[in-house]
């Protein structure tokens, strides 16, 4: 497999499939009515994004039922459903879930790991800690594992609460870090388990949803090596981390558009607002923060698939996720104030990115937790 | 079989290993307490030392043109080597790892600028007589485009130029010259026909700087030294073989000068100024202050330390899209933006870690250096286009914006307000 073979005109290409795809499937009219629904996504166009593009596959391996593609690929797809802010599991099945198998390995991943790839199954991955935290790191209170696992590699069942899992009320398959033996490995379990309670919960970012996931003697299977889950975790952090940068990008983009389009069309005083300079640089600045973010998280998906001329991965990931995290939050905020009065509606779409903006800063632990991780990566 | 940038590689690097020692580390990287504290970006150095650093430059540009690397990218029947702006980019890449001497008072205006200028409006004559010579170091070239009544609004310039027979003669002012001390000739903006609107009255010229009436005066920068000029030019006499591009055609020649400014602005960054925003540097003052373990100068020294490494792989992608045979996009201008706010907030990082030993030098290491960087950052933001300048040409240019509602464009240039002072006299 060797990513850098694709070329720009190949990459070209697949954006704008999957943005005709995103236009069609995933207007806002579309968004909206997924953000209603029972499942709070679309399982009509959860199938069709599997068999009418292989989305799923892409990046997966191919002995798995992937096709073998790396981040650098999968990067334009999640920009255009970023920018759609399509709701759906791939975040937790295909990149948290997906990645987090991959990395582990074993037979217990290759049963798991084809099914995603499918689209048939989705799978998600909870945060470790008891606040929702994502560090093995055992720096502060918060980073008490939430779940602990018995003794013994058979016959093992799980007790504790894990508190805030992505689409983990509807996941076909939980994997859980839990506290064992041999320090913390990785688990599975499936959805009809014993002793499964899975409470879904009121969210900040519609287009996404969380649970709380309760295991009472669960029975779970072992992932991978007894107690590997600290590596495993830190290939995750890295891959999901430039993989939401890469949303974060599109939908700070889709928000930069919404307000040069709006600067173009609403007049006060006589003028089109673009034409004040206060407006005008209000969009230079958004556009000179989606450039940089844009940098970033492109530099940290050749890192993340390990291209020759590449930075190291982990410093690259954390410089993506720091900057297009602050960079989107910029932009949702600035593009609400570039549309004033209706940019503060229900109606307009201007919240909704918003809302995807702040819980996608805060996911994987927020500012606090990403520029700490960034200085770690970079020996300070 | 090695391929054509391998051999390209092979070659710079014999050349540099012949006439240059290479860098036991790089140049950002010093060790803490050791060495030059300096961290400078303009000049505060006497005018000896200055003089001499100015002949090193051009006697290191020499031996790279008798090499064939003085204009990589260069058209060969003017001295240049044909190649590309990649193969330019990776002998710089290559040479950064040597002791050279600086060579900015040559590149940054002259080769980065005025060159490119030169080559795409002269006449092949023109071309012939300054380019080789530019390029291989032996003259300097300055830019006399601002003058005290334009500065963002360049095309109000009003130093005159009049037909004389065959020739011109030239009066007026320039201001804010950078290297005209050194420099052998000029690129100047000149209103030839202030009966046109003022984009279309302007027609530029090529200065011989040694010219009767060619008057030279040194301006003190707030960082304490003297590296940009007024420039008063008294009857001065040019030929019109010196014209570049059409009579009142000047303002496409500016745009091309300007174009190549904005490029060479932003990707800077190595060398000593580097150290401003380079982490291991930046982590030794931390760590030299007992504050490794302060949360909120780690919070700072990773919010600047992730900006400038973002910054650092939008000039990869840049480079990336050259290789591509791309044109870059907008990434030159934002480029810019961002290098003048890193180097800002680096050089005010350091001062918060130091503290009141900033503020006189008691000549400990590292301390009262930092004041050549702090006096000399508010000059990134308007040199080369100020920062709303910038601003303006993203909205409009990239995003576009409508532009500002003005007359300015339309009128004839002899009927514009050109001063608050001058429409007041007008009207008392
Ligand atoms: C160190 C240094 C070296 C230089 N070297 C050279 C050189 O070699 N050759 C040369 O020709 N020039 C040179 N310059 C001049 C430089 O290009 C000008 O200073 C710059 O273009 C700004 O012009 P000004 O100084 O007249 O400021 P002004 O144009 O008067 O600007 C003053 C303030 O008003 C703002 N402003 C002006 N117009 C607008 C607008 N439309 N919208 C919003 N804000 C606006 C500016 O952003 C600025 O903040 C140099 C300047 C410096 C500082």
Redesign the interface.
């Known amino acids: 497999m060797s990513t850098e073979n694709t070329t720009s005109t190949e990459l070209d290409e697949l954006r704008s499939a999957v943005r005709d795809f995103m236009t069609a499937k995933a207007d806002e009219r579309a968004v909206r009515a997924a953000i209603d629904s029972e499942r709070g996504y679309d399982d009509k166009v959860w199938a069709q994004m599997a068999e009418q593009l292989g989305l799923q596959s892409l990046a997966l391996p191919t002995e798995h039922g992937g096709d073998g593609y790396g981040l650098v690929e999968l990067t334009v797809v999640l920009e255009e459903m970023g920018r759609a802010l399509l709701p759906s599991p791939f975040l937790s099945s295909v990149v948290l879930a997906g990645t987090a198998l991959v990395a582990a390995g074993g037979d217990e991943a290759a049963r798991i790991l084809p099914g995603i790839a499918a689209g048939t199954t989705t799978a998600t991955l909870a945060p470790p800690n008891v606040d929702g935290g994502w560090s093995l790191g055992g720096r502060g209170t918060g980073d008490a594992l939430a779940v602990t696992a018995s003794a013994g590699t058979d016959d093992v069942t799980l007790e504790g609460t894990a508190p805030l899992v992505l689409d983990g009320a509807g996941a076909d398959v939980l994997l859980v870090v839990a506290g064992g033996p041999a320090g913390p490995g990785l688990y599975a379990v499936d959805a009809d388990a014993a002793g499964l309670t899975r409470t879904p919960l009121p969210v900040l970012d519609l287009t996404r949803r969380i649970a709380t996931v309760t295991f009472a003697a669960t029975p779970a299977r072992l992932v991978g090596a007894a107690g590997g889950a600290a590596a495993i975790l830190d290939r995750v952090l890295d891959v999901a981390t430039t993989a939401l940068a890469a949303e974060q990008v599109g939908a700070a983009r889709a928000c930069l558009e919404a307000s040069t389009t709006y600067a173009k069309d609403r007049v006060q005083f006589g003028r089109q607002i673009g034409s004040f300079q206060a407006v005008k640089h209000k969009a230079a600045d958004m556009l000179t923060r989606v450039q940089v973010a844009d940098a970033a998280a492109r530099e940290a998906a050749r890192a993340v698939d390990g291209l020759a001329d590449a930075p190291e991965a982990g410093v690259a990931a954390a410089v993506a996720h720091a900057v297009c995290s602050e960079a989107f939050l910029a932009v949702a905020t600035e593009n609400i104030q570039v549309h004033g009065g209706i940019g503060f509606t229900w109606e307009h779409a201007a919240h909704l990115y918003y809302r995807r903006a702040k819980a996608s800063q805060l996911l994987f632990g927020g500012p606090a937790v990403y520029y700490e991780r960034l200085l770690a990566k970079a020996g300070v | 079989m090695p391929s054509e940038m391998d051999q390209f590689v092979a070659e710079v690097t014999a050349f540099l290993d012949a006439h240059a020692t290479r860098r036991a580390r790089a140049a950002e990287d010093v060790a803490w307490g050791e060495g030059e504290d300096r961290i400078t970006y303009f000049s505060t150095d006497p005018p000896d030392v200055e003089n001499a650093k100015v002949a090193a430059a051009k006697a290191w540009q020499r031996t790279r043109y008798d090499n064939g690397f003085g204009w990589i990218t260069g058209p060969t029947e003017f001295g240049g080597r044909g190649l590309t702006t990649l193969h330019d980019l990776v002998y710089d890449g290559l040479e950064a790892g040597y002791d050279v001497p600086e060579t900015g008072v040559l590149s940054l205006i002259g080769l980065g600028m005025i060159g490119p200028t030169i080559l795409a409006h002269g006449t092949d004559e023109l071309k012939q007589r300054y380019l080789p010579r530019l390029y291989s170091g032996e003259i300097i070239a300055c830019q006399l485009f601002s003058e005290p009544a334009a500065g963002s609004d360049l095309a109000s310039l009003e130093t005159k130029a009049v037909r004389d027979g065959d020739g011109w003669i030239l009066n007026g002012q320039k201001v804010w010259t950078s290297v005209a001390h050194h420099a052998a000739i000029g690129l100047a903006l000149c209103r030839s026909n202030p009966d046109n609107p003022k984009h279309k009255g302007i027609t530029a010229f090529v200065v011989d700087m040694t010219a009767p009436g060619v008057d030279v005066r040194p301006l003190r920068q707030m960082s304490g030294g003297s590296e940009f000029n007024e420039v008063f030019l008294t009857d001065v006499h040019v030929g019109d073989d010196h014209r570049l591009g059409p009579v009142d055609g000047g303002w496409g020649v500016a745009l091309t000068t300007l174009m190549n400014e904005r490029a060479s602005v932003g990707g800077e960054g190595a060398g000593p100024v580097g150290r401003a925003v380079a982490?291991p540097f930046l982590?030794e003052l931390l760590r030299a202050n007992g504050r490794?373990d302060d949360g909120a100068a780690?919070?700072r020294?990773?919010?600047l330390?992730?900006?400038t490494?973002?910054?650092e792989?939008?000039n990869?992608?840049m480079v990336r899209k050259f290789r591509?045979g791309?044109q870059p996009g907008?990434?030159a201008s934002?480029s810019k933006?961002?290098y003048a706010q890193n180097l800002t907030r680096g050089a005010h990082f350091a001062a918060e870690i130091i503290g009141p030993r900033l503020i006189a030098d008691t000549g400990a290491w590292g301390t009262y250096s930092w004041t050549e960087l702090l006096l000399s950052t508010p000059a990134l933001r308007i040199l080369g286009g100020t920062e709303?300048i910038?601003?303006?040409i993203?909205?409009?240019r990239?995003?576009?914006?409508?532009?500002?509602?003005g007359i300015d464009t339309r009128s004839p240039f002899r009927e514009l307000r050109r001063s608050a002072g001058a429409t007041e006299s007008r009207s008392a």
């Not at chain 2, 990239?398 to 509602?405: D, F, R, S, W």
């Open positions: 982490l982590t490794l780690r919070r020294l990773a919010e330390h992730a900006d490494l973002a910054t792989y939008l990869h992608q591509a791309e907008p990434e934002v933006l961002m709303e910038m601003k303006n993203l909205a409009e990239v995003l576009g914006l409508p532009k500002e509602p």
